[in-house]
């Protein structure tokens, strides 16, 4: 899993919440190309035309208010029209339509934001690696350490399946990672594959967890 492109087709009233939506998922190697983040103040898309057609899935965000925006509507259209899989992410399963009316989706959950990023990291898990029902697609996150004088890469490796990681949120168990230059572990809510905070080991004592 490395180097996929997702597309985020939205409306521009809804950019805040995609950004929401999106913050750990952009923390994965692969792209991910929010449309309204890259259209200029005329709202021209025009440019982003070579993005979606090179991407490896299209996420199309259907809320109440942008169900009927016509960007919406062309880039699924086009996404479908060159065979790249759609993922519908919607405030409730009728504003699916269309060629999409049948498709799995993500409900949006305004309420509770993890469980939205959650079920959206399991959908984009089965569309860009669809090993069979009982594999693991192996998914990380790579980043320097963020310890001053040290900078080397840690890598946190997300080997359990969603059911898993789902289990070790609700039980506050969180993953790690550790840094192989200093000895720092790394926390993240499995849930959302999001950053909790550092331990550091200094001459073999941990010190208290940071979250910077």
Known sequence: MSGERIYVSHASGDLELVQCLFSTVKNFPFGVHIALEEADTSRSRKRLEGRL?????VVAVLTDDGVDDPWINQEVGYA??????????YDHEELRGGFIDDVDGVTIDRADPTRTIFDLLGRLRTELAPLGALSVPNWYVRFPCTVPDCGQ?????????QATLWKRHEHGKPL???C????S?????????????RERTIEGQSS????S
Do not use: H, M
């Not at 057609?53 to 899935?57: E, F, H, I, L, R």
């Not at 029209?81 to 519908?88: E, R, S, T």
């Not at 572990?185 to 905070?197: L, Q």
């Open 208 to 211: 208290s967890r940071s979250r």
């Open 185 to 197: 572990t790394y926390y993240f809510d499995p849930a959302t594959i999001g950053y909790i905070s």
């Open 53 to 57: 057609a090179n991407s490896d899935v």
């Open 153 to 161: 890469p840690v890598t946190l490796e997300i080997t359990q399946d």
């Open 180 to 183: 192989e230059g200093c000895a």
């Open 176 to 178: 790690t990672a550790s």
């Open 80 to 89: 479908l029209a060159k065979g790249i899989p759609v993922v519908p992410l």
